[in-house]
């Protein structure tokens, strides 16, 4: 089994409530195993909340489920990065 690779990275650390929040996950595996990508998201406010994303890596799709109210939208995927989009 190969061990496949994610990165996620917001578009910058700080976001303004209202604001288009961009998230990109660069992705890699050669065996076609479903992975889920999680982590936490900080407000202005301090508030936190997690998202977690799981993608068949090779599909180039990914799915997130956020625990923090927010509603994410994928606005482009390839083999190798996904883009979502959520309001702050």
Same mark, same amino acid.
Request: aromatic letters at 4%; zero cysteines; charged letters at 15%.
């Given at each position: 089994?190969?061990?496949?690779?994610?990165?996620?990275?917001?578009? !910058?650390? $700080?976001?303004?409530?209202?604001?288009?929040m961009v998230l990109t996950? &660069?992705?890699? &595996?050669? &065996?076609?195993? @479903? *992975?889920?990508?999680? #982590? @936490?998201?900080?407000?202005?406010?301090?508030?936190?909340?997690?998202?977690?994303?799981?993608?068949? *890596? &090779?599909?180039?799709?990914?799915?997130?489920?956020?625990?923090? #109210? !927010?509603?994410?939208? $994928?606005?482009?995927? @390839?083999?190798?990065?996904? $883009?979502?989009?959520?309001?702050?």
């Open positions: 089994m190969a061990a496949p690779t994610a990165t996620a990275a917001f578009s !910058k650390s $700080v976001y303004t409530p209202g604001e288009t996950i &660069d992705h890699a &595996d050669t &065996d076609r195993a @479903t *992975i889920t990508v999680a #982590g @936490t998201v900080t407000d202005s406010s301090g508030n936190t909340g997690p998202f977690s994303a799981t993608a068949l *890596i &090779d599909e180039g799709t990914v799915a997130v489920t956020d625990g923090g #109210g !927010k509603t994410w939208a $994928v606005q482009s995927a @390839t083999r190798n990065r996904t $883009v979502l989009t959520a309001t702050a």
